[in-house]
């Protein structure tokens, strides 16, 4: 029953900035790990970054100084703050949740960095 929802998604110029979002439904607990994933056009799908539970990161060098992750384990969401975006970060941006017994994906969200 659990869902992941994205948001946050849409066009921006070189240089610009995003923020996505991701609303987890269907638990009370919070997840033991929350990540961004992403699948550019006609490539594989690669992690953008992580947090744990306790508020732990990993990024991707690709993104690292670039990209923010964070959590709320309250409300069980998680945010990719996008900053300084690249045309190469065009892709479809998606959430990852895990917890004891599974690993669940949402939906995606398009983002396009292009003048």
């Known amino acids: 029953q659990v869902q992941l929802v994205e948001s946050g998604g849409g066009l921006v110029q070189p240089g610009g900035s995003l923020r996505l979002s991701c609303a987890a439904s269907?638990?009370?607990?919070?997840?033991?790990?929350m990540g961004w994933y992403r699948q550019a056009p006609g490539k594989q799908r690669e992690l953008v970054a992580t947090?744990?539970?306790?508020?732990?990161?990993n990024y991707a060098d690709s993104v690292k100084g670039r990209f923010t992750i964070s959590r709320d384990n309250a409300k069980n969401t998680v945010n990719l703050q996008m900053n300084s975006l690249k045309p190469e970060d065009t892709a479809v941006y998606y959430c990852?949740?895990?917890?004891?017994?599974?690993?669940?994906w949402g939906q995606g969200t398009e983002v396009t960095v292009s003048s």
């Open positions: 990852n949740a895990n917890d004891i017994t599974r690993s669940y």
């Open positions: 947090i744990s539970r306790g508020g732990s990161t």
């Open positions: 269907g638990t009370i607990f919070p997840f033991y790990a």
